[in-house]
C-alpha cells in the first residue's frame, strides 16, 4: 500500500496536522469532519513524473508548431 500522506487544516485556529491513511482515518472518526479541510499530499516521485510528462508534451507541440509554420512559409 501506497504511503498516502494529508494535510489536515482546522479551519478557524489554522492548527495543522500531516497525517498518514491510518492516522487519518483515527482523526476522522474521533474529530468533527466539516471543521477541517483536507488535502492530499503528493510524493516528490509522483511530482518529478509530473513535471517530466508536462516538459515533454511541452517540447513536442513546439515542434509540431515549428513544422507546420516552416511549411505554411
Do not use: D, G
Not at 513524473?49 to 508536462?54: G, H, P, R, T, V
Amino acid at each position: 500500500m501506497k504511503n498516502i500522506q494529508f494535510r489536515v487544516i482546522h479551519k478557524l485556529t489554522n492548527n495543522e496536522y500531516i497525517l498518514n491513511l491510518k492516522e487519518m482515518l483515527q482523526f476522522t472518526a474521533q474529530q468533527n469532519f466539516n471543521e477541517y479541510r483536507i488535502t492530499p499530499i503528493k510524493s516528490r516521485k509522483y511530482k518529478i513524473l509530473e513535471a517530466l510528462s508536462f516538459s515533454c508534451f511541452a517540447i513536442a507541440i513546439v515542434l509540431l508548431l515549428t513544422k507546420i509554420i516552416m511549411e505554411w512559409i
